[in-house]
């Protein structure tokens, strides 16, 4: 499995940006794929995520209500759909995905339940 994040640059506070990930290597519409990000001196944490089906989205509190996670399982592709940016907004975001399942929410949060991982895509947003 290959992930392909893209769609980063630089954004003033209060705009919007939409990150796609485009999944390769393996059948798409099996897989939960998830959204992390870094920022500088930071450890890597848990955004949002959406299921195989698509249904349930899980966010992270700090961007709950502002970004949007969705999947287009006919052209095997993730996006976040991110608004209302702030600067603390700003880190580098990874896609990643995982055949791994679980009746917990707090399990979709941990990095180590993910197996594929892609590139990263750079956001920054600006005061």
Not at 113 to 120: E, F, M, R, S, V
Request: hydrophobic share 30%; charged share 20%.
């Amino acid at each position: 499995v290959q992930l392909q994040a893209s769609g980063g640059g630089l954004v003033q506070a209060g705009g919007y940006l939409r990150l796609s990930c485009a999944f390769s290597g393996g059948t798409f519409s099996r897989y939960d794929m998830g959204w992390f990000r870094q920022a500088p001196g930071r450890e890597r944490e848990f955004v949002a995520r959406r299921g195989w089906s698509g249904r349930i989205p899980y966010y992270a509190e700090s961007v709950k209500g502002r970004f949007t996670i969705s999947r287009d399982n006919d052209n095997n592709m993730v996006h976040l759909q991110m608004n209302s940016l702030k600067p603390e907004d700003t880190a580098v975001y990874y896609c990643a995905a995982t055949l791994r399942t679980s009746d917990s929410i707090a399990y979709y949060y941990r990095l180590s339940t993910y197996d594929y991982w892609g590139q990263g895509t750079e956001l920054t947003v600006s005061s």
